[in-house]
């Protein structure tokens, strides 16, 4: 019976690796890495470019910074930005580079909600989710291509490379189960960090507000993010389950500065 199930393992493996499924993890680091810095600043432009604000940058990275202590991915340069579109909306590149939006930063009302937000993000790459949704858009084969093009290639080539993974990060679609996966370590960092992890609850449910009062006014956020109540109340059950101190009516201590640094969008 055990030989049984060791072959049928190894069968599958070779299945696995013959048909290119899961190949991401051929892609090395480095590689990853220098997908996400060739493809940040097409992305940066295409979602209005960096708000010019240092303090409120500073902000969002220290925030976020708070988040890629605790990963459960460390060796990664993650890095956070904050991009002027309006449309709310909360992205990661491959390698770490992290950016919400002025639009998703106006929805929030404290601390923990921006915090929650990054330690979600900061989740997605800890997965890997970022790539292995570029390679499922673009195939095995040409997500092979654009890592080692974007390593050494030509400045032409690296061009266009960037460009492709900029448009497919655009459109990006993760799964259901990435999402849970992603609000769970959301979950798991905030709290390691020491901030009320029910901050993902409330901005969820911030959203999910928002969408029903103004259907459309998330397009993208929902396309890359599927928002549904199922997902706000898995969340609550895992952290009434793994973090049974947290409470949710805490107030924020940090709200006060939350608010000062929003207060510098225009
Ligand atoms: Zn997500």
């Keep these: ?71 459960t991915r460390q060796g990664i340069p ?23 939006t002025a639009g998703l930063l ?13 330690g979600h993000e900061v989740g997605h790459v800890a997965e890997k989710h970022s790539v292995e949704q570029i390679e499922k858009q673009v195939g095995a084969a040409v997500l092979l291509e654009i890592a080692a093009t974007v390593i050494g290639g030509d400045t032409g080539e690296k061009a266009k490379a960037a460009g492709t993974i900029a448009a497919n990060m655009a459109m990006l679609k993760y799964s259901r189960e990435d999402e849970y996966e992603a609000d769970k370590r959301g979950i798991d960092y905030t709290y390691r960090a020491g901030v009320n992890p029910y901050g993902v609850v409330e901005l969820l449910e911030v959203l999910y507000k928002m969408n029903e009062q103004e259907p459309g006014s998330l397009g993208e956020m929902f396309q890359t993010h599927p928002l549904t109540s199922k997902r706000i109340e898995e969340a609550i059950a895992y952290i009434e389950e793994e973090y049974d101190s947290a409470k949710p009516d805490a107030p924020d201590p940090n709200a006060a500065r939350f608010r000062n640094m929003q207060k510098r969008l225009k």
């Design 1 to 71: 019976m055990q030989r049984m199930l060791l072959l049928s393992t190894l069968a599958s493996s070779m299945l696995f690796s013959l048909t290119g499924c899961g190949s991401f993890s051929l892609i090395s680091k480095e590689q990853e890495i220098a997908m996400g810095r060739e493809a940040a600043p097409k992305f940066e432009e295409e979602f209005g470019g960096p708000v010019e604000d240092a303090a409120l940058q500073n902000y969002v990275s220290q925030v976020g910074q708070q988040m890629a202590a605790v990963s």
């Design 106 to 118: 106006r929805a929030m009302t404290n601390e923990r909600q921006l915090a929650g937000v990054l």
């Design 78 to 100: 993650y890095e956070f930005g904050l991009l002027n579109s309006d449309v709310p909306n909360a992205f990661a590149l491959p390698g770490g580079k992290i950016y919400i």
